[in-house]
């Protein structure tokens, strides 16, 4: 996967997050499965970020990125 799909997939989660998260601002909260969703993708942005922070590292230092 290069920069640009990680990059769009981090924006796809984050977007995901926040819908989770205005969904419920003003109403009871979130749901136990919603919870569980958002921690999935708490661990997925986590994976996603550091994936692109390791590539770039590597790119800056003249190494192959795959």
């Known amino acids: 996967m290069d920069d640009t799909r990680i990059s769009e997939h981090i924006e796809q989660l984050v977007a995901e997050e926040h819908r989770l998260y205005d969904a419920h601002s003003e109403g009871d909260g979130l749901s136990p499965a ?33």
């Open 34 to 66: 919603e919870h569980e969703r958002l921690e999935r993708i708490r661990v997925e942005l986590d994976r996603y970020w550091e994936q692109l922070r390791q590539r770039r590292a590597r790119e800056s230092a003249g190494l192959d990125t795959e």
